[in-house]
C-alpha cells in the first residue's frame, strides 16, 4: 500500500501477506474469485472465518476484550488490504461487523456473554430483519407486530430482501411494540432464533439467477421479551447504531484489488484503458477519506458512514460496468476461449451489485442525511 511509510506498519502488512499466502486454501480462494456477490455462501466464508479464528483475526474490529486482535486502525485497513489483495472470501458481516457491535454497545453481560463467542466461532449466523414489504428505506413504516404476553413477545408480519435467512440461525430484527406517538418511537430491537415454531422463509431469486434474497414470515412467533437490545421502543437508535457500522466501511482496499485485475487484463481499447485509469485515482480518492474517517477527522462518524456508502457503492457499479464492458471485448480471451474469473461472472455481478445503492438505506437516503448534517 502506497500509504504506508511507517517501518512497523510495513512489517505488520508483511506479516499478514505471508500468513495469507499460506494459510488461505486454494479452493476457498478459486470460489470466491466465482462470487457474484459481496455475500458469500457459508460454505465458502465460515471454512475461512474458522482458519482467521483460531489465528485469532476472525473479527479485526472488535476490541480485545471481546476477542479481537486488539490493531489499531491502521492494522485493520492493512488488514482488509492484504486480505482482498489475496482473493480472500468475504466474510459475513451481519454478525461480526452488524449486530456484534451493537451487543456489545448495547447488550447486557450475560448477552454478551452467550452472543459474542457464537459469532466469533461462526456457531451463529446471522441475517438481518429490517425490510419489509411496505416499509423499505423508511424503517418508520414497518409493521411487524410485537406484542408482549407475559415474558414474550408475540410476533406477526413479515420481512423482505432478508439475505442469507435460508442458511441463518439468528435474526436481529426491527419490530413493531407500540403504535402510539411518533411512528419510528415505538420500534424494539429484537434477537430472535430461526428455529422458532411459526417462522417460514421463502426465496426470492434476484435477476442475476442468486438465491441470495428471502422473504420471512412470523405467524404467532413468540420470542422472550429478555431477547430485547435496549430499552422497549428504543430500537431506532440502536438501529442507527448499527447502521453506521453497515453504511461506513473499507469499500477502496476491495475494489482496488479487483481494479487492479480487470486492468491487468490485454485490453487494447484506449477509452477503456482511460476509463480504468479513471477509476484507478478515484478510488485513490476513496482511500483518501476512508483512511480520514478511521481518524475522525472534519465530520461525525454518521457523516462519513453516509458519504462512504454513497461513494463505494456507486464506485463498484461503475467498475461491475467497464467488467462487463471489458467481457465483451475480444482482446481479453486466451486461445481456449476460457474468460477470467474476474470477466467470466461480470455480467451476474453487475446484475447483483444494481441492490448496492439500495440497501442499507438507499443512496438517495443517504444524500438527505448529508444533506441535513451538514446544513442542518
Same mark, same amino acid.
Given at each position: ?11 505488520? /502488512? ?69 486480505? =482482498? ?6 466474510? =459475513? ?6 449486530? =456484534?457491535?451493537? $451487543? ?13 463467542? /457464537? ?30 404476553? #407475559? ?29 402510539? #406517538?411518533?411512528?419510528?418511537? &415505538? ?38 421479551? %429478555? ?53 484507478? $485515482? ?29 461513494? &463505494? ?57 448529508? %444533506? /441535513?448534517?451538514?446544513?442542518?
Amino acid at each position: 500500500m502506497d500509504i504506508l511509510t511507517d517501518p512497523a506498519l510495513m512489517a505488520f /502488512r508483511d506479516e499478514v501477506r505471508a500468513i495469507l499466502a499460506t494459510a488461505l486454501p486454494d479452493d476457498l480462494r478459486r470460489a470466491a474469485s466465482r462470487a457474484t456477490s459481496v455475500f458469500m455462501d457459508p460454505a465458502v466464508s465460515l471454512p475461512w472465518q474458522s482458519i482467521l479464528h483460531a489465528r485469532g483475526w476472525a473479527a479485526p474490529d472488535w476490541p480485545a476484550e471481546f476477542g479481537g486482535p486488539g490493531w489499531s486502525e491502521i492494522e485493520r485497513y492493512i488488514f482488509a488490504a492484504e486480505s =482482498a489483495r489475496a482473493g480472500a472470501p468475504n466474510l =459475513a458481516p451481519m454478525g461480526l461487523k452488524m449486530v =456484534a457491535p451493537v $451487543i456489545m454497545h448495547y447488550g447486557s453481560a450475560e448477552q454478551r456473554a452467550h452472543y459474542l463467542p /457464537r459469532i466469533l466461532s461462526g456457531e451463529d449466523y446471522w441475517c438481518q430483519g429490517f425490510s419489509e414489504p411496505g416499509a423499505g428505506s423508511d424503517l418508520a413504516a414497518l409493521q411487524l407486530r410485537a406484542v408482549p404476553d #407475559g415474558n414474550d413477545y408475540v410476533l406477526n408480519g413479515s420481512k423482505i430482501w432478508t439475505t442469507h435467512a435460508h442458511f441463518a440461525n439468528r435474526m436481529f430484527a426491527l419490530v413493531r411494540t407500540s403504535s402510539e #406517538g411518533k411512528p419510528q418511537a &415505538g420500534i424494539s430491537f429484537l434477537l430472535l432464533d430461526m428455529s422458532i415454531p411459526g417462522i417460514t422463509v421463502e426465496p426470492i431469486r434476484t435477476l442475476a439467477g442468486d438465491h441470495e434474497f428471502n422473504q420471512v414470515f412470523f405467524d404467532e412467533v413468540r420470542v422472550p421479551q %429478555a431477547n430485547r437490545l435496549g430499552g422497549e421502543n428504543e430500537g431506532r437508535s440502536v438501529a442507527k447504531h448499527l447502521l453506521t457500522f453497515e453504511r461506513g466501511g473499507k469499500y477502496a482496499p476491495g475494489l482496488m484489488a479487483r481494479l487492479a485485475r480487470l486492468r491487468a487484463q490485454p485490453i487494447a481499447d484506449p477509452v477503456l484503458r482511460a476509463q480504468l485509469d479513471r477509476e484507478a $485515482i478515484g478510488l485513490q480518492a476513496l482511500q483518501a477519506l476512508e483512511l480520514k474517517a478511521m481518524r475522525g477527522v472534519g465530520g461525525s462518524a454518521a457523516l462519513y458512514a453516509s458519504a462512504l456508502k454513497i461513494l &463505494g457503492t456507486e464506485s463498484a457499479q461503475r467498475i461491475d460496468t467497464l467488467a462487463c464492458d471489458i467481457a465483451g471485448h475480444a482482446a481479453w480471451a486466451d486461445a481456449a476461449g476460457q474468460a477470467p474469473a474476474e470477466l467470466a461472472v461480470a455480467v451476474p455481478r453487475y446484475l447483483n451489485d444494481r441492490a448496492a445503492s439500495i440497501y442499507a438505506g438507499s443512496n438517495e437516503i443517504q444524500r438527505d442525511l448529508i %444533506a /441535513r448534517l451538514m446544513l442542518g
